[in-house]
């Protein structure tokens, strides 16, 4: 609740507003674009906080020493080792499989600057796991958050990644 209330302030201040149309599901993939910057995170944690919702990310493994391994954890970090290599999308159906309520925000692009060829694997953990893809964006030229698409894969990759990138085709 304490968060809740900062979260509000803290974007009321800086004259955000956040656009929800979507219920609060328990398990979904959060595709969270477009990533243009470094303050996407610090947003987008600010934004889903301050409608009462929580959220996973994956983050390097090398963060997780003290004491920032206790804020990483706090505020959803899920390490990821990348120095080996392993089957990420796996590992991440498993974990939705383990949990009652897991969301896992994600951002496609894969770098803080568009780009039209985004990774997959948001997707392909979606199918593994089951789970729908909850769309999010935040709109820097409107100030703007929105919690506002609601996407079941269907299998098909290609067409459903296509459909998914027309969503967010206004979004600045």
Known sequence: MIRQKLA????RLAGWKVVVTQPNIDKCILCVAPHTSNWD????KLCYT???RDSSFLIKNTWFFFPFDIFFK?????????SRRSNLTDKMAE??????????AITPEGT???NPNWKKGFYQIAVKANVPIMLLYLDYGKKEAGITG???????????IKEI????KDVQ
């Not at 509000?8 to 974007?11: G, M």
């Not at 995170?41 to 987008?44: A, C, I």
């Not at 609601?150 to 459903?160: I, R």
């Open 50 to 52: 301050a409608v009462g």
């Open 41 to 44: 995170f610090v947003m987008g």
């Open 165 to 168: 990138k027309r969503f967010y």
């Open 112 to 114: 803080r600057k568009r």
């Open 74 to 82: 706090w505020i959803g970090g899920v390490p990821v080792d990348r």
């Open 150 to 160: 609601l996407f079941y894969p269907t299998g098909n990759e290609d067409a459903d």
């Open 8 to 11: 509000n302030l803290i974007l």
């Open 95 to 104: 974990l939705f499989a383990s949990k009652d309520k897991f969301q896992l």
